[in-house]
């Protein structure tokens, strides 16, 4: 039996870590983020849609997505961001489930994990067998963005006020694994859902 298992958490919790370890562990792994780029490559339908309803300058000099400068429009405008949602969430879900539904056909009991931020927030509950939060304390989710390169005060506070409460991701939760200590504390943890997950289910 195959399972669809979501991965979430809030922005700089660590999702992509988890997710790069399921993956070195044989963990078939999509990501909302990877499948939104696939999206807007150059001479896309949602590209075009996008340059045509925001204009020109958010494209590249190779004709790419400038994503940092979409990303800086979207958080500076509720409208602007509702109007991409709308775009490209619709065809993030469509890609999810194809993907999954090939990957299945291949390997019958394996399971699949969604990497999704705002995995609760769009209500991607009932597409899913189980959701896995990675969380960290508020504190260490600003440390870690802080950190990061071309992230203003503002963005922090307009991409973290854009997201659920913690407690009601927590709560929506089937299991979840803490990231608030050290890498190896982070793979140990790691290890222990994965082998629950191999005594279900499998991931093959």
Same mark, same amino acid.
């Given at each position: 039996?195959?399972?669809?298992?979501?991965?979430?958490?809030?922005?700089?919790?660590?999702?992509?870590?988890?997710?790069?370890?399921?993956?070195?562990?044989?963990?078939?792994?999509?990501?909302?983020?990877?499948?939104?780029?696939?999206?807007?490559?150059?001479? !896309?339908?949602?590209?075009?849609?996008?340059?045509?309803?925001?204009?020109?300058?958010?494209?590249?000099?190779?004709?790419?997505?400038?994503?940092?400068?979409?990303?800086?429009?979207?958080?500076?405008?509720?409208?602007?961001?509702?109007?991409?949602?709308?775009?490209?969430?619709?065809?993030?879900?469509?890609?999810?489930?194809?993907?999954?539904?090939?990957?299945?056909?291949?390997?019958?009991?394996?399971?699949?994990?969604?990497?999704?931020?705002?995995?609760?927030?769009?209500?991607? @509950?009932?597409?899913?067998?189980?959701?896995?939060?990675?969380?960290?304390?508020?504190?260490?989710?600003?440390?870690?963005? @802080?950190?990061?390169?071309?992230?203003?005060?503002?963005?922090?506070?307009?991409?973290?006020?854009?997201?659920?409460?913690?407690?009601? @991701?927590?709560?929506?939760?089937?299991?979840?694994?803490?990231?608030?200590?050290?890498?190896?504390?982070?793979?140990?943890?790691?290890?222990?859902?994965?082998?629950?997950?191999?005594?279900? !289910?499998?991931?093959?």
């Amino acid at each position: 039996m195959t399972r669809r298992i979501g991965l979430t958490g809030g922005i700089a919790c660590g999702k992509s870590t988890v997710a790069e370890m399921f993956h070195a562990a044989g963990v078939h792994v999509l990501d909302a983020d990877g499948i939104a780029r696939d999206l807007v490559v150059p001479g !896309s339908p949602a590209l075009q849609a996008i340059i045509a309803h925001f204009g020109p300058a958010l494209l590249g000099a190779g004709g790419d997505l400038d994503r940092a400068a979409l990303r800086a429009r979207i958080f500076s405008d509720p409208e602007a961001k509702l109007w991409l949602e709308a775009l490209l969430h619709p065809r993030i879900r469509e890609t999810f489930i194809a993907r999954s539904e090939e990957i299945e056909r291949q390997h019958p009991r394996a399971s699949v994990v969604w990497v999704v931020p705002l995995l609760v927030e769009n209500g991607y @509950r009932a597409l899913l067998d189980q959701i896995l939060v990675v969380d960290c304390p508020r504190t260490v989710q600003i440390e870690r963005l @802080r950190a990061r390169p071309g992230w203003t005060a503002e963005q922090i506070t307009a991409v973290m006020a854009a997201q659920c409460d913690r407690a009601e @991701r927590i709560a929506a939760a089937d299991w979840v694994i803490p990231n608030d200590g050290t890498l190896a504390r982070l793979e140990a943890r790691v290890a222990a859902y994965l082998r629950s997950l191999q005594g279900t !289910s499998g991931f093959a």
